[in-house]
């Protein structure tokens, strides 16, 4: 079955970095588009940035310049190196993809930036 598992959350001091990383299986990870997300408490989820299978990237204008998507498909991981974190970056960031025509997620893993 298709499994998506975070890691590499933690509690960091503003302008610290951290480095998260999903590690996929179930499905052929070469050839999907992947994806992180984020939700700060007591707001919507929302998109961070993608990785196609191409290795083009895209992100939301509030991390563009500091966090970087990418993918390693020899290990089937996607990563998301933050830099620059600020406190409004306090959210569970969450893996996802499509494959075989459903959606999936992760378990989440919690980043919390203090000022």
């Known amino acids: 079955q298709v499994q998506l598992v975070e890691s590499g959350g933690g509690l960091v001091q503003s302008g610290g970095s951290l480095r998260l990383s999903c590690a996929a299986s179930?499905?052929?990870?070469?050839?999907?588009?992947m994806a992180w997300y984020r939700q700060a408490p007591g707001k919507q989820r929302e998109w961070v940035a993608t990785i196609r299978s191409s290795h083009r990237t895209s992100y939301t204008d509030s991390v563009n310049d500091r966090f970087t998507i990418s993918r390693d498909n020899a290990e089937n991981t996607v990563y998301l190196q933050m830099n620059s974190l600020k406190p409004e970056d306090t959210a569970v960031y969450y893996c996802y993809t499509v494959a075989y025509g459903d959606e999936y997620w992760g378990q989440g893993t919690q980043v919390t930036v203090s000022s």
């Open positions: 179930g499905f052929i990870f070469s050839t999907n588009n």
